[in-house]
């Protein structure tokens, strides 16, 4: 058994008119040290998907195992980058990424050590005490990414998180995403990242998860064998890029 495993999962919310069911029977594995992305058309339940492997919410039906046992609650080996940046607009950066920290029980001295580290990282050194009014969208995120590095999950969950952002400001992102995860000082093994970009998908991911339509079910799992970085202009992206657009259209 991998890292995680999705059995049968199925999540059905009430509706005004009865209920709706935004997944339906999704098995997924996910083995350590994989990127995994995964795509579909609005509303098929990409979102909902990362917040059951984070434990945020319930399955209706099915079960999701981590480390081979079954998963109850919230998954504290996970974090989330969300697409909205998540970021308490009174708090300072420093202050944003201690969030996370606190409940952990870590000292002062440590959650001072893990951010002064984390914010280096993502490049913010000086905007310690900035607010997030003060910050641009490409620097929210990077708000968001250090606290979520910071407290070195097994598994970073993102959901859509560069399509606020510029196209400049997406590419830098994107290829620092892929530093990070190659970065030896950084524990960060494995990343799930949904995006209704499909060449993202394939420029960031080593398999390519297709859902359908709501009910969200797996149509695919591409595997992406193209050598990093990747763009464009390589020899099969484009190839892979189509099959994906061939089986969602």
């Given at each position: 058994m991998g890292l995680l495993k999705l059995e049968n999962i199925s999540k059905v919310f009430p509706?005004?008119?009865?209920?709706?069911?935004?997944?339906?029977?999704?098995?997924?594995?996910?083995?350590?040290?994989?990127?995994?992305?995964?795509?579909?058309?609005?509303?098929?339940?990409?979102?909902?998907?990362?917040?059951?492997?984070?434990?945020?919410?319930?399955?209706?039906?099915?079960?999701?195992f981590y480390n081979g046992k079954e998963q109850k609650g919230i998954n504290l080996d996970c974090a989330m980058v969300f697409q909205t940046f998540a970021l308490v607009p009174w708090l300072t950066?420093?202050?944003?990424?201690?969030?996370?920290l606190i409940p952990r029980g870590l000292s002062k001295e440590e959650r001072v050590r893990k951010i002064e580290f984390y914010i280096d990282k993502v490049g913010l050194e000086g905007f310690e005490?900035?607010?997030?009014?003060?910050?641009?969208g490409g620097m929210k995120q990077r708000v968001g990414l250090a606290?979520?590095?910071a407290v070195e999950p097994k598994i970073l969950l993102?959901?859509?998180p560069f399509s606020s952002l510029d196209a400049l400001t997406a590419i830098n992102l994107r290829e620092e995403l892929i530093d990070f995860w190659?970065?030896?000082q950084i524990s960060l093994k494995t990343i799930i990242m949904v995006t209704h970009i499909i060449e993202e998908a394939v420029e960031l991911g080593d398999r390519v998860v297709v859902l359908s339509p709501h009910p969200g079910t797996i149509l695919d799992d591409i595997?992406?064998?193209?050598?990093?970085?990747?763009?464009?202009?390589?020899?099969?992206?484009?190839?892979?890029?189509?099959?994906?657009?061939s089986i969602i259209a």
């Open positions: 509706h005004a008119r009865g209920f709706l069911k935004a997944i339906r029977d999704i098995n997924l594995e996910v083995k350590e040290g994989e990127f995994v992305t995964i795509v579909g058309p609005s509303g098929c339940g990409k979102s909902t998907l990362l917040r059951i492997i984070n434990g945020l919410i319930p399955p209706t039906e099915g079960r999701v950066v420093f202050e944003n990424i201690e969030l996370a005490e900035a607010y997030p009014r003060e910050l641009s606290r979520a590095l993102m959901d859509e190659n970065d030896p595997r992406v064998d193209l050598p990093r970085p990747r763009d464009k202009m390589q020899n099969g992206f484009n190839e892979i890029v189509n099959k994906i657009f």
